[in-house]
């Protein structure tokens, strides 16, 4: 069985976490949508047969996305940039209330909320 | 009593079953991966043999409330009814429509095993077919995958993620409210479709939705009145046909009084009308249920880009009222229709009458269908109605039911209108939601009084 999120995999998982503002402004007001955010900076690289391996909500369980973001997700994203061409670090990139609409999303839809989701 | 010491028990071990309660670790230390069923084998073995011979697991069972049942062993797996018909032809599988989206996956989606039907002789293949954690984990999911022999079988959605895998499967408890509601809310094809007063609203609702179960009422589980021994249910309602626990039936007196109101006279309707006909006014209340199902006229939805039955879905319903001794009459697959006076087949039909002592009037949900028939035998003919979502041809569906049923090649069949009347139990209000004297007894009231075996209304003809 594979470790979860730890290993090379970490680093596609990191570039997908690009700067591009979702879902309307990023200057508070509206909500951000963690769907969307998801898709856009987390699909793209963990879909079905990805070398990072795939990724959606319910993939994990409440547990483990909680650690994850809490523990885990810092750690394994310093020093990482937003792409090859985009030398942004990934943790300035993503601001804390994109990084909690995400964590809220896959929490929500985790494998042993009452709706596991997919991302579509 | 037996029953209530051994809940107790298990409770002191497994905590409280409640909404809502965060998952709890029962099995911390029993196991240290969950390696399938058979790692509850190890040691549930006794448990997993008495859930093997249980409805819950075989779909059939002793038929002593059935005045048809003739000593068989009867059910969902083996009977016909009238919303998808059979697991027979519709046992498992993924449909998918052409846009790739999964339409239907099969009756045994709700099946408490892995993918395999159940069979009568117990064996070590069929015991590890159970699925235990659809019962018992707290924030177990499942969907279908192949094997590696290209079966389908149902797996944890976790199954790649063993450490995630292990704690949902520690988290083992008597089965919650949310749990029995995966199934028994979500049956017959959509929320509330199929028995109209189980809705998943009960998951957490206050005591104006359901005095029983409301959070700030009684709280109470569903096993809390559902109680049993070695997997075996009691309440099996006035629909089923197989028994899990003969004997007395599942009656609000265990708990309430006999004569537990105020004023006599209500008392004295006690013992003709079921409690629940005055407490359960209308059911439905959150999620329309499926009041017809005509499966002669396939409809086509653009946007979800498959075909159905025509449904009607109603919602908040007035019950119908019948008059029910505790037995009922089913129709089999294999017999000729039995047809009634209003021309429609019974595929389930209460038994009493006004003149038969041990009956009441309940509520029920009246379903009615449309259904094919063999135009020989006049046979019930289930539906192969897997495929019918995606490319809708019905006549095809129904000749494929046929050869599954019945083993021909051809069949010629016509379509008969068909009823089931399915009881009421769920969803009691308080007292001061329950019907008032004029709901039945007033102009327009909501009884038949003729089809109950009065002419008229006794109080209006004894006021005349």
Not at chain 2, 161 to 190: F, W, Y
Not at chain 2, 340 to 357: A, C, F
Request: charged residues 25%; hydrophobic residues 35%; contains cysteine.
């Amino acid at each position: 069985m594979r470790k979860i999120l730890s290993g090379p995999g970490l680093l596609v998982l990191a570039l997908l976490f690009a700067a591009t503002a979702v879902a309307g402004d990023e200057g508070g007001g509206k909500k951000l949508d963690g769907k969307q955010l998801f898709k856009e900076r987390c699909k793209t690289c963990h879909g079905a047969d990805a070398p990072a391996g795939e990724y959606t909500p319910m993939f994990l369980i409440q547990e483990q996305w909680t650690k994850f973001f809490a523990e885990d997700y810092a750690a394994t994203h310093k020093g990482l940039t937003v792409s090859a061409t985009d030398t942004t670090k990934v943790l300035d990139a993503i601001t804390p209330e994109m990084l909690e609409a995400i964590r809220a999303f896959c929490h929500e839809g985790a494998a042993d909320s009452e709706h596991p989701m997919t991302c579509g | 009593m037996k029953h209530a010491i051994i809940l107790l028990a298990v409770l002191a071990v497994a905590g409280p079953s409640r909404a809502g309660d965060p998952p709890v670790s029962t099995h911390q230390e029993y196991f240290e991966h969950y390696e399938g069923t058979a790692t509850c084998l190890g040691c549930h073995q006794e448990e997993a043999e008495s859930f093997f011979h249980s409805q819950h697991y075989q779909w059939r069972g002793e038929t002593p409330d059935l005045v048809n049942g003739e000593g068989r062993r009867l059910g969902k797996l083996n009977t016909m009814n009238d919303f998808c018909t059979s697991p027979g032809a519709n046992w498992i599988g993924n449909v998918t429509n052409s846009d790739g989206a999964v339409l239907a996956q099969g009756c045994s989606k709700c099946h408490a095993g892995l993918g395999k039907r159940p069979e009568p002789v117990l064996s070590r293949e069929q015991l590890e077919n159970i699925d235990c954690l659809i019962c018992h984990a707290s924030g177990y999911r499942r969907d279908l995958y192949q094997d590696a022999a290209g079966e389908a079988v149902w797996k944890p959605i976790l199954w790649r993620n063993q450490p995630g895998l292990d704690s949902v499967a520690k988290r083992i408890s008597l089965p919650k409210r949310e749990m029995c509601l995966r199934c028994h809310a979500g049956a017959g094809g959509g929320q509330n479709y199929k028995r109209g007063d189980i809705e998943y609203a009960l998951a957490g609702c206050d005591r104006d939705y359901d005095v029983h179960m409301g959070s700030d009422g009684q709280d109470m589980a569903c096993i809390d009145c559902h109680t049993g021994a070695d997997h075996r249910v009691r309440g099996r309602g006035a629909d089923l046909s197989g028994t899990d626990v003969p004997g007395p039936r599942l009656a609000c007196a265990e708990c309430h009084d006999e004569a537990p109101h105020a004023e006599p006279v209500l008392d004295a309707h006690a013992r003709r009308v079921a409690c629940e006909t005055c407490h359960i006014p209308t059911f439905a209340r959150t999620d329309p249920t499926d009041m017809v199902r005509d499966w002669s006229t396939p409809q086509r939805h653009e946007a979800a880009n498959k075909f159905s039955a025509t449904i009607t879905l109603e919602k908040d319903v007035v019950p119908a009222y019948a008059w029910w001794n505790g037995k009922s009459r089913l129709q089999p697959l294999g017999e000729p229709v039995r047809v009634e006076k209003d021309g429609t087949v019974g595929i389930m039909l209460p038994q009493g009458s006004r003149k038969d002592r041990g009956a009441r009037i309940y509520p029920f949900k009246l379903h009615r269908g449309r259904l094919p028939v063999l135009a020989d035998e006049r046979w019930l003919v289930p539906i192969a109605v897997e495929e019918f979502f995606a490319d809708g041809d019905i006549d095809k569906a129904v000749r494929e039911g046929g050869h599954d049923a019945y083993g021909r090649e051809a069949i010629d069949y016509e379509w008969v209108d068909v009823k089931r009347y399915m009881g009421i139990y769920h969803g009691v209000r308080p007292v001061e939601h329950a019907l008032q004297c004029l709901d039945c007894h007033g102009e327009g009231g909501r009884l038949d009084w003729a089809a109950l075996g009065y002419g008229e209304d006794p109080v209006r003809k004894r006021l005349k």
